[in-house]
């Protein structure tokens, strides 16, 4: 099913590219994920087989009708008469991929003890983007782990320079040398 939502959500991404709504569906994209994501009862609903699918559809059309551009009303109402409404995520994450290559994006995580302060999270950010050549999208987590330190992944890299990370390593080569 991912492979599946995957190229429909690189079709919608190369129909809105035609026509210069990237933002603006990637904007809605995102909206309609969270929404899924916090009500996933209405999925089940939505691709419930006792319900006939007009009024699935019409349930579906009802909800978003005046909120979304046209694409993505029939974009989602494709997801919902093909059964593929529950890979709406691996959808707009295919989406978001294509939106941030086209725009000189790259998505980073940093995973630090505590959260960072404003200031801190601005440096960061700005120091990456001087790494990458890239404009950064910055989320933070937080983990007690790391017990200090920051672990960035990047564009499938990882940077660790954790508390944690050093351990790890130093634990690595006291038993390499011992062996």
Do not use: C, W
């Not at 609903?45 to 349930?59: A, H, K, M, Q, T």
């Amino acid at each position: 099913m991912t492979t599946a939502t995957s190229l429909y959500g690189q079709s919608l991404y190369d129909l809105a590219a035609e026509e210069g709504l990237t933002e603006e569906i990637l904007k809605q994209m995102e909206a309609v994920d969270d929404i899924f994501k916090a009500n996933p009862d209405y999925i089940t609903l939505l691709l419930e087989p006792s319900i006939p699918r007009r009024e699935r559809l019409g349930l579906l059309e009802e909800a978003f009708k005046n909120q979304l551009h046209p694409y993505m009303l029939n974009y989602l109402m494709i997801l919902l008469e093909n059964s593929l409404l529950r890979g709406y995520s691996a959808s707009y994450r295919t989406y978001r991929t294509s939106y941030n290559k086209d725009h000189g994006i790259a998505e980073a995580t940093v995973t630090s003890a505590i959260e960072l302060t404003k200031a801190q999270t601005e440096s960061l950010t700005s120091k990456l983007e001087q790494i990458s050549g890239k404009k950064i999208v910055l989320k933070q987590k937080v983990d007690s782990a790391v017990l200090g330190g920051l672990r960035v992944e990047i564009e499938g890299k990882l940077l660790d320079g954790t508390v944690m990370g050093r351990l790890t390593d130093l634990r690595k080569k006291v038993s390499e040398t011992v062996l």
